[in-house]
């Protein structure tokens, strides 16, 4: 049987298809699904063996990034999805989905809330950041050892949550990915490296059975090496970039 | 029944819209200015009562983590 | 507006007419609307006027580059014809698919991909409005590839602003301070591609005095075509759908507005602000609806609105059509017929079809949550009938409305000015340097490029900043899933050299275009021209346009490089006088693997260092010389026998993978250039001036500042190769990389340079 995720958009997404491609050529397909045929009920989650939420502008970002998209999945299909996630199902929410996954309330997960608010320089930036991979359980970074590269493009990444759920998140490892600086260690907020003021450097979060993902940084922006800013220095054009693993490690977990 | 709802950054949270918006009257010469904030209003019309809208702002139009919400009545 | 019209009055009457109604057409147009509708035994009415008006507009009929030119004793009938198109008529090579006609330019690609390119300008809404006319000039240009059928995958900006640090007394009541139009179109051009999700890869922005009230702001956009779903037939009997956003009041004369001077008491009502979300969910149907094989042809609604895009179909197909305005969704009730007509609100497509895909067609755009409504129908014949709820507002002959040719007539006439070289010499050169590093022109980009998505596609494979964010020449994109062939998109633009001949400056930027994209392997190149103007009903403008015209032609020939678009913008004028004269040129080439890509950045230490092209006494309108606070007299001039022959050579270099790095030399010349490959690879470089190949005695500080054209710094990893490639072409090795972060300049055993690379970075960095 082939394994089957859903790629969901909504009006103003954007990044779906090099999504798509980027799961659909290790082995799964991948079907780009507007919310709208999930809310007519053609289509339900629960025919999908993992669920991607990537980039955009869902909705234009309207009332704030990713809250349309966020309540509509939060308050019409809350149950499925906190079903489809405790079957223990992958999902993996990039940059605009990071916000869906926070407003709908999939992440940090066990009631908590966070918020993805407005960078700390006020405006959109595009730049590639050094990430740090924390100790977690999280299945998408299995294997990643040494700091990774990504690209970021956000106008509203700067991960806020109370301190006592800060601690929480931190005892259960759902930290993921911090910026660093250039040599490995977390950010400490300084600019650049850390690029929208995020707490404690956050990038990357995951819930705590590890199977609920989120990420500002844009992982297949980083598929193939001949995407990173300095390919050009060495000669391995050709190899896998830094992004692929996530998807590999997906891919690799729905096979299980 | 019209409604306006305004939804701004909670106390602690850096309003950094409302930083660079400082920095940049600053800029233009106005001096005098010591403290600018941002906030985004929304005009609500419909049969609605105050909880409604508070309902609104529970469910989608605030973030509690960062954003407060106040709610005054348009005559 | 409502009643007819009777154009049965003298000379005056007609002129007060064109006036009151705003149409902006000449006494001789509407003579010709006089007898017309005399020979028709009635009256007009508004809407007539109106779509004669816009259909008439210099916007849309291109009336001075179309018309006649009295030049230097003789008469050039068409511009464009006999200079810029003739380049690609005499080419006419094989791999242009459709130019000058349709929306956007069109050339082969890989099997059935081809690719399209637009650059169009939205100046004076952006000079109003600067957030929402700079967003909307971007989701116009993106509309012009939908209109081809086409994909879009990047955008290009090149914007020119006057000083930011313009005295605000100075600036006339009314007019906006450069810095607040910078801020705000820089963020209308993020703001909208962006959103749209297509990534901002190349551009550049420029500064000068002559722009402050009247900034420039050229928005362009690249497409993937499938030649097989390529259509554009129209017949009697088929649809046509107006798709996307609801149609108001927003825009309405906008394109005869194009053709009048910029003056204060102008009303907003010209400008908008766009929905790039709206745009996007069209984009969706438009490519879904191809992919689908549906319609039959396809275009944008742009200046003038409904009444251009139907009027052009109607041509395309050489029939009539029944267009029921009441059927347009809209924003405002009670809009008048003339209004709908000629709104130019965003987001809106028109898809023509046979009866029989109509149905498809409205579902996919269901599907995309786009509303979308047939608002006419091609009928036989030659007449337009345009109608309100069963009323007949207005009929217009077809073959009149674009058969009508009233040539307009300009005399171009050289200004007398004088130039003369000045005596500058630099005591200091690297205080120079790092001053020149700061200029507003040379100075990075960076805190601007930074808030556009360049990355998103993933298909940028070279990016707007290489290396350690060093500038890069030109983007290379990998738009195909399973192709290693890559586009290479650039431009070129010399505001500075316009000053002291257009000649000169649109040779050198066409020059500057194909270097850059040579630089990082592009070949096989095609260009657009975008020329921004003063009035040119100004003899001495009209002069400047004619020259760089003329080098268009003789430039682009011995290069081989076909234009494929282009488009003007006349009139940049304000009350503050004309802009200097500015043509733009973008290059789009292609590369058949982008794993040969070369950025600009040095890579290794110990490799050498080769200058390719000569260098002469060429700082006429240089930044070193306008650092000096002088202009000068000699321009920098192309040899472009000589240059393509070096181009050819550096294409065989980087092919056989000797060339490491690569950038051209442009505003600042060798220095900077050199501080900049320096900088973005975290390298120091040693350079002989001795080494350098020259034509004439050159002192020391126009051997490091020349503009001289057709340059490059090298790094090679096998001289030996490279050299083979170069071989019959004026180049020298004149240094090597290192590993000591200095830029280390000599003239022989002279020391002229030796600065921290940091420090060079830290100027650049903070001078805008």
Redesign the interface.
């Known amino acids: 049987m082939a394994y089957k995720v859903c790629i969901i958009r909504a ?2 997404t ?2 779906d ?2 999504t798509a ?1 980027c799961i659909g ?1 290790l082995g799964i397909e991948a079907e780009v699904v ?1 919310v ?1 045929r999930i809310m007519d009920g053609q289509t339900h989650f629960s025919d999908f063996d993992g669920l991607i939420i990537p ?3 869902s ?2 970002d309207h ?2 990034a990713g ?2 998209l966020g ?1 509509i999945l939060k ?1 019409r299909f809350g149950d499925e999805l906190v079903q489809f996630s405790a079957d223990g199902k992958p999902i993996l929410g990039i940059c605009n989905g990071f916000q869906v996954l926070v ?1 709908c309330g999939l992440l940090p997960g066990r009631g908590a ?3 993805l ?11 590639w950041v050094d990430l740090k991979v924390e100790e977690s359980d999280c299945i998408f970074t299995r294997g990643l050892r040494r700091g990774i590269r990504l ?1 970021v ?1 956000h106008g509203e990444g700067r991960f ?3 301190e006592g759920e800060l601690q929480e998140m931190t005892e259960a490892n759902q930290l993921v990915f911090r910026y660093a600086l250039e040599k490995g260690e977390a950010a400490g907020g300084s600019y650049p490296e850390n690029p929208n ?1 995020s707490v404690e450097d956050i990038a990357g979060i995951c819930n705590k059975a590890g199977n609920v993902f989120g990420l500002m940084p ?1 992982p ?2 980083a ?1 193939y090496r ?2 990173h ?5 060495s000669d391995d ?2 190899s896998w970039g830094d992004g692929y693993k996530i998807f590999k490690n997906m891919a690799e977990y729905i096979r299980r | 029944m019209k409604w306006e709802v305004r939804i701004s950054y909670k106390k602690g949270v850096l309003d950094s819209e409302g930083e660079s918006t400082l920095s940049g009257l600053k800029t233009l010469g106005f001096n005098n200015v010591d403290n600018v904030k941002a906030a985004k209003v929304y005009l609500i019309e419909g049969n609605l009562t105050r909880r409604d809208v508070e309902e609104m702002c529970e469910r989608l139009l605030a973030n509690p983590v960062s954003q407060d919400y106040s709610i005054s009545e348009v005559k | 507006m409502a009643g007819p019209i009777s154009l049965d009055v003298d000379d005056t009457g007609l002129i007060a007419i064109s006036r009151d109604m705003q149409l902006s057409l000449s006494l001789e147009e509407m003579k010709a609307l006089k007898s017309h509708y005399h020979a028709l035994g009635r009256s007009a009415t508004g809407i007539e006027l109106e779509t004669f008006a816009q259909t008439w507009s210099e916007h849309c009929c291109h009336k001075t580059f179309r018309g006649e030119v009295e030049f230097e004793g003789r008469t050039i009938s068409n511009l464009l014809k006999t200079t810029i198109a003739k380049v690609t008529a005499d080419l006419n090579p094989d791999w242009c698919f459709s130019v000058f006609e349709d929306n956007a330019g069109i050339v082969d690609f890989d099997g059935d991909t081809a690719i399209a390119f637009k650059v169009e300008t939205h100046n004076h809404p952006s000079a109003l409005e600067p957030f929402g006319g700079a967003a909307t000039g971007v989701g116009g240009v993106i509309r012009d590839i939908l209109g081809v059928w086409g994909e879009p995958i990047a955008n290009t900006d090149v914007l020119c602003f006057g000083p930011l640090d313009y005295p605000y007394k100075r600036l006339p009541a009314g007019m906006k301070h450069p810095s607040f139009i910078y801020k705000y179109v820089t963020a209308g051009i993020g703001h909208y591609g962006n959103n749209m999700g297509i990534p901002t890869v190349n551009g550049a922005i420029y500064f000068d005095e002559s722009y402050v009230g009247n900034p420039l702001v050229y928005c362009g956009t690249v497409g993937l075509v499938k030649k097989s779903r390529y259509k554009r037939v129209i017949k009697p009997g088929f649809s046509m759908i107006l798709a996307g956003g609801k149609t108001g009041r927003d825009g309405i004369h906008g394109v005869t507005f194009a053709s009048v001077d910029l003056s204060t008491e102008q009303e907003r009502s010209v400008v908008q602000i766009g929905d790039p979300i709206e745009e996007e969910k069209v984009r969706r149907a438009v490519i879904e609806i191809r992919d689908q094989g549906l319609g039959s042809a396809i275009t944008d609604l742009g200046g003038g609105g409904l009444s251009s895009a139907i009027g052009e179909m109607t041509e395309l197909g050489g029939c009539g059509a029944d267009v029921h305005l009441e059927r347009v969704p809209l924003k405002h009730p009670g809009m008048l017929p003339w209004e709908i007509w000629t709104s130019e609100s965003q987001e809106r497509m028109l898809v023509c079809a046979p009866v029989d895909d109509v149905e498809a067609i409205l579902g996919v755009f269901a599907d995309e949550e786009v509303e979308a409504v047939v608002v006419a129908e091609f009928t036989e014949g030659e007449s337009l009938r345009l109608m309100h709820t069963d009323t007949v507002v207005g009929e217009i002959n077809v073959p009149f409305l674009f058969g009508t040719n009233i040539r307009t007539l300009r005399v171009a006439t050289q200004p007398e000015r004088s130039f003369s070289e000045p005596s500058v010499r630099s005591t200091d050169p690297g205080a120079d340097l790092r001053a020149l590093l700061a200029m507003p022109n040379i100075a990075s980009k960076e805190n601007v490029v930074r808030t556009y998505d360049h990355e998103v596609k993933a298909q940028t494979v070279l990016k707007p900043l290489q290396g350690l964010d060093g500038p890069g020449d030109a983007a290379v994109l990998k738009p195909l899933f399973d192709s290693y062939k890559g586009v290479v998109i650039s431009n070129g633009m010399n505001p500075e050299y316009g000053k002291i001949d257009p000649y000169h400056m649109a040779a050198c930027a066409i020059d500057e275009a194909i270097r850059n994209n040579i630089a990082v392997g592009g070949r096989r190149i095609a260009l657009l021209d975008n020329f921004c103007w003063g009035n040119p009903e100004r003899p001495d403008r009209m002069w400047g346009l004619v020259r760089a015209s003329q080098a268009c032609y003789d430039v682009a020939l011995e290069f081989e490089t076909p234009f494929i678009s282009g488009k003007d913008s006349l009139y940049n004028e304000t009350e503050l006088g004309p802009i200097t004269p500015t043509l733009l040129i973008s290059a789009l080439g292609v590369m058949p693997d982008i794993r040969r890509a070369v950025s600009m950045d040095l890579k290794e230490t110990g490799n050498k260092i080769f200058i390719v092209g000569a260098t002469k006494d060429e700082l006429g309108g240089s930044h070193f010389y306008k650092l000096k606070g002088s202009l000068g007299k000699n321009v920098p001039k192309v040899n472009a026998r000589e240059a393509k022959a070096s181009f050819d050579a550096l294409t065989k270099a980087i092919d056989s993978g000797c060339v490491r790095s690569c950038h051209d030399l442009s505003e600042g010349g060798l220095a900077v250039a050199a501080s900049e490959t320096s900088f973005a690879g975290g390298l120091g470089i040693e350079l002989d001036l001795d080494k350098i190949p020259r034509k004439g005695e050159l002192s020391t500080e126009k051997l490091l500042f020349s503009e001289s054209q057709s340059r490059f710094l090298v790094e090679t990893c096998d001289s030996a190769a490279f050299e083979k490639a170069m071989a019959g072409t004026v180049f020298s090795e004149i240094g090597r990389v290192t590993g000591d972060k200095r830029l280390r300049i000599t003239a022989g055993t002279a020391t002229v340079l030796n600065i921290d690379i940091n420090r060079l970075k830290g100027s650049w960095k903070n001078g805008l």
């Open positions: 009006p103003g954007n990044c298809r090099e491609l050529s507007h709208k980039g955009g502008f909705f234009g009332v704030r809250a349309l309540k308050e407003e809330l966070g918020a608010t407005t960078n700390l320089s006020s405006h959109f930036e595009c730049r690209p493009a806020l949550v109370t003021g844009h297949e922006r598929f001949f995407m800013p300095r390919w050009t220095k054009a050709d």
